[in-house]
């Protein structure tokens, strides 16, 4: 009996301290293990929103002008809609199109060609790229440091004032992280809340025979690079992973992109060469580079079903979700 | 039961009580025979040439004392940024049991890859410290920056910054020293000659990134260091 009260009073203190602010990360019992390793950075509601308002604030740029938000909207689940090449400062324009955010703690590396190994360090690409943020890491802590904004925030979040390298980009990870997309009616059929039309169901079959061995359920995305057949852009000269790897085998190669959303985060392609998913089809049925194990054949009323498959991909809620939006104070 | 908690109160007092001792390793900058000072002009190969190192920053981790064959004492996490531009980083002071017998020092160069591939880390580790690559994800494991009349650049300028993880091009590298026995107060040459006579720096003067001229040039890394006492 007093052992037993005593494990009883150790799990009360354990439970309380660890209580109130830490969070438990959610995602459907379809969905696999996530890659990312929340025992070195556990979520916390306070560090979430130091995130959210270092996500929406232009002040991580040289210039205070561009914000992560600035090339990763909400409203386009966090992509560039319009825009075929990122922008940055001083109006420059990259040379990819920004992609769209969502399930990153899935990613097992990040960027289209793969430089980053983990979402922690990702955010200083764009802060320090010249043609995006333009700004250095060392400097950008001490001008948060300087606002009577931030260091309250770390310090709730962080339990320290003193802002670091290690705690800015966790908190913007722990934002990300926050982000996932599960609620399209793709995935109310899988939970069986809903069915398909038979045009959908149709379209499903197509998927499943010819996409889904690169854009695999149920993240629609095998986190692999592959080369797509599409030429290389002479104005861009973007030669993928190969620029990475330094390996001639992975010139052309790719990080393959997430289907979900993908009426909201238009143009298509690491370039953004394709106004519309039509055209993305085109390239895929017909484009006579392509090898014959990428390249599929498709009616046009296969193309029709495929393409409402397609849309029941699209997860509304995640991309109006108030809780992901600009933070109101 | 009383045994017991004797038991686990005696090993309590031993844990507390066993002895520690501080040694010391200063690492000294050297070319040949002279002290570097940085933004300084030194001259070598018979006055012929001319070099001034403008910067000058390493890692050092993992280190181990060994007694011949045998780790006897390892310390973990410990991670050291060395940085002429601040003299008192170039010292490093490690809390060992006293009782430690050793004749052998061993040193990472570098941030080994299983770190590397973790996640976002503080300290020395932190990517404000201007030692982590924004591009693509790895730590630099040794930076050397400076001005060489042989250098066919810019303002004859030249910059090594060597780093990676990623097969092939992990440039983590170790370094094991052979040492008076037990000795407490270590001084490491860190002689940049071995690096540059051994350069072509007429034509390699600028590695920014791992590759295959970034894998050579590490090797000779572990030349450098020289126990001095």
New interface residues.
């Given amino acids: 009996m007093k052992q037993k009260l005593i494990i009883l009073l150790s799990c009360f203190v354990l439970l309380t301290a660890f209580s109130s602010d830490l969070l438990v990360f959610i995602y459907p019992d379809y969905f696999p293990k996530p890659t990312y390793?929340f025992t070195?950075?556990p979520l916390s509601i306070n560090k979430i929103e130091l995130g959210r308002a270092l996500f929406y604030d232009p002040i991580l740029s040289k210039d205070s002008t561009v914000s992560c938000a600035s090339c990763h909207s909400p409203y386009n689940a966090f992509a560039h809609t319009d825009h075929d090449l990122s922008h940055g400062i001083n109006d420059s324009i990259g040379t990819r199109n920004a992609p769209a955010l969502f399930n990153l703690a899935w990613g097992k590396s990040f960027m289209w060609d793969g430089?980053?190994?983990?979402?922690?360090?990702q955010a200083?690409?764009p802060?320090?790229?010249p043609g995006e943020m333009g700004e250095d890491?060392?400097s950008l802590?001490s001008k948060l440091q300087n606002t009577s904004k931030y260091p309250n925030l770390f310090k709730h979040a962080f339990g320290d004032k003193n802002i670091?390298?290690?705690?800015l980009?966790?908190a913007i990870?722990q934002f990300q992280l926050t982000l996932v997309s599960a609620n399209s009616k793709y995935d109310s059929v899988r939970r069986k809340e809903s069915y398909y039309t038979e045009q959908e169901s149709k379209g499903y079959e197509i998927f499943k025979r010819n996409c889904n061995s690169c854009h695999t359920e149920p993240l629609f995305t095998n986190n692999q690079f592959e080369r797509n057949g599409l030429e290389i852009d002479t104005t861009l000269n973007d030669y993928g992973r190969m620029m990475?790897s330094?390996n001639s085998k992975d010139s052309a190669f790719f990080k393959v992109p997430s289907l979900r959303n993908l009426s909201y985060t238009y143009p298509y392609m690491h370039d953004g060469r394709y106004r519309k998913l039509k055209d993305v089809l085109n390239h895929y049925t017909s484009d006579p580079s392509l090898s014959n194990s990428t390249s599929i054949k498709l009616s046009s009323n296969d193309k029709a079903d495929l393409i409402a498959f397609l849309l029941t991909l699209n997860d509304r809620k995640f991309v109006f979700d108030p809780k992901h939006q600009f933070p109101r104070e | 039961m009383k045994k017991v908690i004797f038991i686990y109160f005696i090993s309590l007092v031993g844990l507390y009580s066993q002895e520690k001792t501080d040694i010391s390793i200063s690492f000294n900058p050297i070319f040949e025979d002279s002290s570097i000072l940085l933004d300084e002009v030194l001259y070598y190969n018979s006055d012929n040439d001319s070099l001034v190192i403008e910067s000058l920053r390493f890692y050092i981790s993992n280190i181990q004392l060994l007694q011949n064959n045998e780790v006897v004492y390892t310390i973990n996490d410990g991670y050291y940024l060395l940085d002429l531009e601040y003299p008192e980083s170039m010292n490093i002071t490690l809390s060992i049991p006293n009782n430690l017998n050793y004749n052998r020092l061993s040193l990472g160069i570098g941030i080994d890859s299983t770190t590397n591939a973790k996640g976002v880390m503080g300290g020395a580790l932190d990517p404000t410290k201007g030692m982590y690559w924004t591009w693509q994800s790895g730590y630099i494991n040794f930076k050397l920056e400076g001005v060489s009349n042989k250098c066919a650049t810019r303002k004859n300028r030249f910059q090594y910054h060597l780093g990676g993880y990623q097969s092939p091009f992990n440039l983590y590298q170790t370094v094991d020293l052979v040492l008076r026995n037990n000795n407490k107060n270590l001084v490491i040459d860190v002689d940049i000659s071995e690096l540059i006579l051994d350069l072509d720096l007429e034509n390699i003067n600028q590695i920014m990134s791992p590759n295959t001229e970034a894998l050579k040039l590490t090797k000779l890394l572990p030349q450098i260091f020289k126990i001095k006492n």
């Fill in positions: 390793n070195e950075n430089a980053i190994h983990n979402l922690d360090v200083l690409a802060i320090s790229h890491i060392a802590v670091t390298g290690e705690h980009l966790k990870s990475i330094n």
